[in-house]
C-alpha cells in the first residue's frame, strides 16, 4: 500500500483519478490531503471541512468487475466505516442511504465512489472518504454533522487513524473481490438508519408520504413501504426525509 500524503488539493478523489489516467500506479495507492478546496460530495454536492481537523482521502482500486456489483463497494466501505466508529466506541451508529454514516441524527463521514469502465466491465475504482475526527463547529450549509471528537470527547492523531482504517477498508473490499455480496448486503440491511421506522419522506416530485425504509433494491436504489401496502424504489437524490 502506497500513500501519498498533500498539503492542500482540490480533491483526493481528481487528482488520484488523473494519476490512474496517465501513470502505472499501484492497486490500493492512496492519496490523503489536510485540506479539499473542492472536495466532492454526491451529485455535484460539496463536501466542507475545516483543514487540518479531518480526514480526507481516496483510495485506487484496480480491480476488474461487472457494472452491476458496484453497489457492494459501496456497501462494504459503509460497513468498514461503521466497523472503525463502533471500534472507537460511538454511539448510535447507523448507516444513512447510500453511504453517510450516522451518530444518532448527525451525520461522521461520507463516501464517494468514482468508477472507469471499459467494455461491460468497470477496471477502476476511485473510493473518496471523508471523515470528521477533530472538528468541533461547522458550517450552517451543513446539516446536522459532528465529528469523532464531539461523539468521544478526545482528539485525535489523523495520521494514525489513517493506519487504522486502511486495513479495516481492504479487508470488507476482500470480502467484495471474494463474492460474499449476500453476507456484506444482509449486514448492510440491518444498519440502515431508521430501519423499519415509520417516517415522512418527501420525493422529487415535491410529493410528501409516509412510509418504512426496508432495505435495497438488486440496483442498490432505497425501498420503502408506504401506508397503502406498495413499496416503492428511489435512486440518488429521489428521496429524502421530509
Known amino acids: 500500500m502506497k500513500i501519498i500524503k498533500l498539503d492542500t488539493i482540490n480533491s483526493t478523489n481528481s487528482y488520484l483519478r488523473e494519476m490512474a489516467i496517465h501513470q502505472d500506479i499501484d492497486n490500493f495507492t492512496v492519496v490523503t490531503a489536510n485540506h479539499q478546496s473542492e472536495g466532492k460530495g454526491q451529485i ?59 451518530a444518532g441524527s448527525n451525520k461522521l463521514s461520507g463516501i464517494l465512489i468514482e468508477t472507469m469502465i471499459r467494455g461491460s466491465k468497470i477496471y477502476h475504482t476511485v473510493i473518496g472518504i471523508g471523515i470528521n475526527v477533530n472538528q468541533q463547529q461547522f458550517s450552517t450549509e451543513i446539516k446536522s454533522a459532528s465529528s469523532l471528537s464531539l461523539e468521544t470527547n478526545k482528539t485525535y492523531n489523523l495520521d494514525l487513524l489513517l493506519l487504522e482504517i486502511l486495513p479495516m477498508i481492504q479487508h470488507r473490499i476482500q470480502a467484495f473481490l471474494s463474492g460474499e455480496f449476500k453476507e456484506l448486503e444482509e449486514a448492510y440491511s440491518k444498519l440502515l438508519y431508521r430501519k423499519d421506522i415509520p417516517s415522512d419522506f418527501l420525493d422529487n416530485q415535491g410529493n410528501q408520504f409516509v412510509g ?24 440518488i437524490k429521489e428521496v429524502a426525509f421530509a
Do not use: C
Open 44 to 102: 455535484d454536492k460539496k463536501w466542507i471541512t475545516e483543514p487540518n481537523k479531518n480526514l480526507t482521502f481516496s483510495i485506487l482500486l484496480k480491480e476488474k468487475y461487472q457494472i452491476p456489483n458496484k453497489k457492494y463497494i459501496n456497501i462494504a466501505v459503509s460497513l468498514a466505516l461503521h466497523d472503525w466508529f463502533t471500534q472507537k466506541k460511538v454511539k448510535n451508529l447507523s448507516i444513512k442511504w447510500p453511504n453517510d454514516i450516522m
Open 212 to 235: 418504512s425504509i426496508t432495505g435495497i433494491s438488486e440496483d442498490g436504489n432505497l425501498l420503502i413501504s408506504t401506508e397503502n401496502g406498495s413499496v416503492r424504489e428511489f435512486g
